[in-house]
């Protein structure tokens, strides 16, 4: 609602903030493409892309993508943890902390399972929105 008001009053354009998130085929999709697509485009070029190429030197590009996703992750669920003390002036749980790392280890074990099944692990949309 915010979004639209300052479109339609100070003429700005605004990127959109998801990209129909219920249609997601995975959780790096979800996460990748679909839901909170500003930050995602923030995360990217300034955490996971620079932890990438760190630790492609360091392990190897096989290997990289784990903890690039989990420190991403884990920035983003810092990033939560300080808005969230920022807004109510209370000190951290770490909860959204712990369940974006948690989001993080899932996304990242998807991503090794998909690299080991070489692209034959495809789930339809169908399947997700069966349900729906």
Same mark, same amino acid.
């Given at each position: ?7 339609? $009053? ?18 790096? %999709? ?8 500003? $930050?995602?485009? $923030? ?5 996971? %892309? ?10 190897g590009r096989r290997w ?27 000190k951290p749980t770490w ?22 099944? %070489? ?14």
């Open positions: 609602m915010v979004g639209t008001l300052a479109q339609a $009053i100070l003429g700005l354009e605004l990127e959109p903030h998801s990209n129909n998130p219920y249609l997601s085929t995975s959780l790096q %999709d979800f996460w990748g493409r679909r839901w909170n697509l500003p $930050i995602t485009n $923030i995360l990217r070029p300034t955490i996971y %892309d620079p932890m990438r190429y760190i630790f492609t030197r360091i392990f990289a993508t784990f903890p690039s996703v989990l420190i991403t992750f884990m920035v983003s669920g810092l990033m939560h943890e300080l808005m969230f003390y920022n807004m109510r002036n209370v909860e959204v902390t712990w369940s974006l790392l948690f989001h993080g280890f899932c996304t990242a074990t998807e991503i090794e399972v998909k690299k080991a099944l %070489d692209g034959r692990w495809q789930l339809h949309r169908e399947w997700f929105c069966s349900g729906v």
